[in-house]
């Protein structure tokens, strides 16, 4: 590969014209420059823009926040809240049909003790037909009670076996 020729005036008439530069030189391009390889050898400063950016060195890794984070998402935990809140609200309403039906059952079996007590024979009038106790039978003068006595006798054996004799 041959090297670019060297700068002539005579060749660029408007450049003995001009007069010289004088401070900071500020390139054409906008942007940053940086340098790039040449292919026979050597660097030079380029715009940025006028490289491709497979071939640009890659940007540096900005830095990590090492401020604590918290070990539980915010959001994480107001949802869960809101689910254990909904959980027990929901144990609660159990509770209290479960004491709402409690209670009906109660006012049933009251109300059903309340109809056999008016129902039942006053205690005066009982007889053996009522329920109560036989009466004693008076026959030629003399009293005779009768009186019933059932015996049961229970066997246990091993292994759960039981027997019962009346």
């Known amino acids: 590969m041959t090297m670019p020729t060297p700068y002539r005036p005579s060749e660029y008439p408007m450049a003995a ?3 010289p530069v004088e401070g ?12 790039a390889a040449q292919p026979g050898g ?6 940025r823009a006028a490289i491709p950016a497979h071939l640009l060195p890659p940007e540096p890794t900005p830095a990590r926040d090492l401020t604590p984070q918290p070990l539980i998402d915010p959001r994480a935990q107001v949802l869960a809240a809101g689910g254990v ?10 509770q209290v049909l479960t004491a709402m039906a ?4 109660a006012a049933v ?3 059903a003790l309340l109809i056999l007590a008016v129902r039942m024979p006053a205690p005066g009038r009982r007889g053996t037909d009522g329920g109560g106790q036989q009466q004693p039978q008076q026959l030629g003068g ?4 009768v009186t019933n006595s059932t015996t049961v ?7 759960g076996r039981a027997t019962n004799n009346l």
Do not use: E, H, K, S
């Open 17 to 19: 014209q001009q007069a």
């Open 24 to 35: 900071q030189i500020v390139p054409a391009a906008d942007g940053p420059m940086v340098w």
């Open 42 to 47: 050597g660097w030079v400063v380029t715009p």
């Open 85 to 94: 809140g909904v959980g027990v609200a929901g144990w609660g309403l159990g």
């Open 102 to 105: 409690g209670m009906g059952a």
């Open 109 to 111: 079996g009251a109300l």
């Open 142 to 145: 003399d009293t005779y009670y």
């Open 153 to 159: 006798t229970n066997n246990v054996r091993p292994f």
